[in-house]
């Protein structure tokens, strides 16, 4: 402030800022780099993101959760034991948590292959026991078994005298994403006629919330990119919307008997503007078939295959990220996978950091205060609208293909996925997309987190069948209400059908896999021999020649399980390839400059061969001196960019020669 109380004028002491002259500056610092290449990137869907944006003027919210309205903080149900899940989810919802999902085994949510098993309406209530419904928001995550639970929770809430309008239950019906994920669907037909059924019985009992769910988890699971995830939900909700159609409901209600979920994962702000993208999406879809617009149920989960089973704390980190991105992109509910679910069922201690996560960021740090805080931004802007461009022309695509049921029969949209996975799982091996705690700054001797242990539980089986009517407008979903009611179990329900078709699975993965696969059969072999197998650094010249590349050597060889501790200078070759027998190791590394490896790398390699080296690397490109140093002993090199669990694997086997 000035002595007369004005604000100072600081900026009026600058020039302008321009655009030109950032981008003089910066080529100026580039000196003759390409632009586009060195600070343009891409994402998996071929989008450019740009390093600067204009701010985009007259951008309005869009519209979301009520404003100042904190999303749900949503716990999983998922031990297998319905009581013991009961407990864990209790002590969930007094310790914050504000809305539950049901995962139950072979469900989209179930990765392990543990989740919760309830055979019947005893199960449900030992599962819900001492769970208000009518205050506390359920989702049913259960697969081909949805429609099975829906007709439970509708025997057990007309059973308990309660008011079905009064309670937020997204009853999670999706044969679409079951198709997608096990590979396997009865004739579509049938499968749609059961989905309007248990919709049309559902509502006339009296439930409100979304019935049918399109759930892009499958595509973000099995490694997909964020246009892909987004046009299979929309392609999902849209065949739904026919379906329902077709069996008698206005067109208004069939869009709010669907709801959407989606991942959020460690890229912030792709996630966000994913969030955004569905909700432009969705609004697209209704001004297309003139409905008015209505709120969408958008439900978000952190992303699985982001989890690290190496190096777990760091999932705090990455969940932190993704919540953040659910939350500030308008997610209604979101979900947060424990730290520890990659390594096991998570126990009471993950699941309070799981929810404290975010609470933190709602209660802390205010973040649901400011409706769609991103409006404006022009890089966010920007990214929504080509993730909504990009998506939009993808949904286009399969529904001239026959619609999203079609594009996965005939495996189309498995096609597009394996290549969105491949070049994924290319960026992660070159470690262009790193994975910290995995691919990058390993922990050899971390320790393993707790987690529980249930024992096995299988469904139980019905001596008994039941028979049920056709699937109409909800005759059959009442009989199964009924038979529910009346104590039959849900596996008598489950039927074989000899028109089942066949398609490739969308199975889940985690981005960490080939490196944990290493990193397992290393520490397997280190229990069995005592000793974790090492790589020799060996190190020429002064610390300042080697450090950059030792270090570098250091964090790829742990990255595959192997111990590569960086020595102190050698005097001369003869210390370095004593220093070499002494360690045991069968594997060496040379770590030092070009100027080095011109002049002492060859003598090196030779002499470390000679002292009984199985397998010589060389940290760094080898230029033109690659073919004397092969003749030296050099087996290969590495480098930033190379494909590091090729060379992990190469390593491995070097043991065994």
Same mark, same amino acid.
């Given at each position: 402030?000035?002595?007369? =109380? ?99 085994? =072979? ?82 037909? =049938? ?97 297309? &078939? ?29 969940? &932190? ?137 299988? &469904? ?198």
């Amino acid at each position: 402030m000035t002595d007369t =109380g004005e604000p100072l004028a600081l900026a009026s002491e600058f020039p302008p800022a321009t655009e030109a002259a950032w981008r003089a500056a910066v080529d100026a610092v580039l000196k003759g780099k390409p632009f586009d290449k060195v600070l343009v990137n891409r994402t998996a869907d071929g989008i450019a993101i740009q390093p600067l944006y204009p701010r985009k003027t007259g951008a309005t919210p869009l519209a979301a959760r009520a404003p100042g309205a904190p999303w749900t903080v949503v716990q999983r149900m998922d031990h297998p034991d319905p009581a013991e899940a009961n407990a864990l989810a209790l002590e969930d919802l007094s310790g914050g948590a504000s809305g539950l999902v049901i995962v139950t085994r =072979g469900a989209i949510g179930d990765r392990r292959g543990d989740a919760l098993v309830i055979d019947d309406l005893a199960d449900l209530d030992r599962l819900l026991d001492g769970v208000m419904l009518d205050l506390i928001p359920i989702r049913v995550d259960a697969g081909t078994a949805a429609g099975h639970l829906a007709a439970m929770l509708a025997a057990k809430v007309a059973r308990d005298g309660l008011d079905p309008a009064a309670l937020n239950i997204a009853f999670g019906i999706d044969p679409i994403g079951a198709f997608a994920r096990r590979g396997t669907l009865e004739d579509w037909n =049938g499968a749609a006629a059961k989905a309007s059924d248990a919709v049309l019985g559902l509502r006339a009992r009296g439930f409100a919330g979304s019935q049918l769910v399109a759930d892009g988890r499958v595509i973000h699971d099995s490694g997909g990119s964020e246009a892909q995830e987004l046009a299979f939900a929309l392609g999902t909700a849209v065949q739904y919307l026919r379906v329902l159609e077709a069996a008698g409901l206005p067109l208004d209600e069939a869009a709010r008997a669907v709801s959407v979920v989606l991942t959020a994962d460690a890229d912030q702000f792709l996630s966000m503007a994913k969030m955004r993208a569905m909700r432009r999406l969705w609004a697209r879809m209704e001004e297309a &078939t003139g409905l008015a617009p209505s709120p969408l149920d958008l439900h978000a989960e952190t992303g699985w295959r982001m989890l690290t089973r190496v190096d777990p704390a760091v999932n705090w980190l990455r969940t &932190t990220t993704a919540v953040f991105a659910a939350g500030i992109g308008g997610a209604d509910h979101v979900m947060v996978e424990p730290w520890t679910a990659a390594i096991g069922l998570p126990d009471a201690f993950a699941r309070r950091v799981a929810r404290n996560t975010q609470l933190i960021l709602i209660e802390e740090s205010n973040l649901h205060r400011v409706a769609d805080p991103a409006a404006g931004s022009g890089g966010m802007e920007a990214l929504t609208d080509e993730i909504c461009r990009h998506a939009w022309a993808l949904f286009q695509d399969w529904e001239k293909a026959g619609g999203i049921v079609a594009a996965l029969s005939t495996g189309t949209v498995q096609a597009a996925v394996a290549k969105a996975r491949a070049a994924r799982i290319s960026a992660i091996a070159r470690r262009r997309e790193p994975l910290t705690g995995a691919s990058e700054f390993p922990n050899i001797n971390e320790t393993v987190p707790e987690v529980l242990t249930p024992p096995h539980r299988e &469904t139980r089986r019905s001596p008994a069948t039941v028979d049920l009517p056709p699937a109409g407008g909800g005759e059959r979903f009442a009989a199964q209400v009924t038979a529910f009611a009346g104590g039959s179990l849900r596996s008598a329900l489950s039927r074989p059908k000899s028109d089942t078709v066949f398609v490739d699975p969308l199975a889940p993965m985690r981005l960490a896999e080939p490196f944990e696969a290493l990193r397992s059969a290393l520490d397997a072999l280190t229990a069995g021999r005592g000793a974790r197998p090492q790589v020799f650094l060996a190190v020429l010249g002064p610390v300042s020649a080697f450090t950059a590349r030792a270090t570098f050597a250091r964090n790829l060889f742990e990255a595959g399980g192997f111990a590569a501790p960086i020595p102190e200078p050698f005097g001369d070759l003869a210390a370095l390839v004593a220093a070499f027998r002494a360690s045991g190791a069968a594997i060496a590394c040379l770590c030092s400059s070009d100027d080095l490896y011109a002049s002492e790398a060859a003598d090196a390699a030779e002499a470390l061969r000679n002292a009984g080296a199985r397998q010589i690397w060389l940290a760094g490109r080898p230029g033109d001196l690659e073919a004397a140093l092969k003749v030296a002993g050099v087996d290969d090199f590495i480098f930033a960019g190379c494909d590091v669990v090729e060379c992990l694997k190469a390593a491995r086997a070097a043991l065994d020669a």
